[in-house]
């Protein structure tokens, strides 16, 4: 079955950096979407990407639709406390089903 | 509006024990998903829905059930528990031609 491909695993920066995490996939996926998951709650979709090159921004958060249709990555900009949480990556060829990343843990130390 | 609610929200069982898992969405959403998800393995599709009446297997179906009666409820079932089971799991729903699944809060079960 397709699989995602989530790095890194893990993420322990400081307060004001830059995060960059990506998702690479063997197979081609017409939508990408990007989740996080708080401690102990269920995710919650932060950005969806529909096009091929598509570069989407939601405030600190920016997310690109690789030209391939393989890949996607997401940026935090100047991180706080509050990013910290995991973060999927999720690719939908259906209708209804998405497959997920492995996702990426963000620590962030003030 | 409560979205999507899931119960109970821990639950500690016995191998060979039986139970059920209930999911609840208020948006009138189509489609109803459950999902586990276990340390290094992000959200795995357990078993899904598209519709009142329908069902089917996602990616990991084996030891459980699902019903779905009532369009607003997705119940998951265990008849068996084994220790492989413990997870926690994610009741999700959407409306059909969206592409955001909303998650419930995760129900955490144990099986000892």
Known sequence: GQQLNQSPQSMFIQEGEDVSMNCTSSSIFNTWLWYKQDPGEGPVLLIALYKAGELTSNGRLTAQFGITRKDSFLNISASIPSDVGIYFCAGQNSSYKLIFGSGTRLLVRP | NAG?????????????????????????????????????????????????????????????????????????????????????????????????????????????
């Open chain 2, 4 to 112: 999507v609610t899931q119960t109970p929200k821990f639950r500690v069982l016995k191998t060979g024990q039986s139970m059920t898992l209930l999911c609840a969405q208020d948006m009138n959403h189509e489609y109803m998903y459950w999902y586990r998800q276990d340390p290094g393995m992000g959200l795995r599709l357990i078993h899904y829905s598209v519709g009142e009446g329908t069902t089917a297997k996602g990616e990991v179906p084996d030891g459980y059930n699902v019903s779905r009666l009532k369009k607003q409820n997705f119940l998951l079932g265990l008849e068996s528990a084994a220790p492989s089971q413990t997870s926690v799991y994610f009741c999700a729903s959407k409306e059909a031609g969206d592409n955001e699944q909303f998650f419930g809060p995760g129900t955490r079960l144990t099986v000892l």
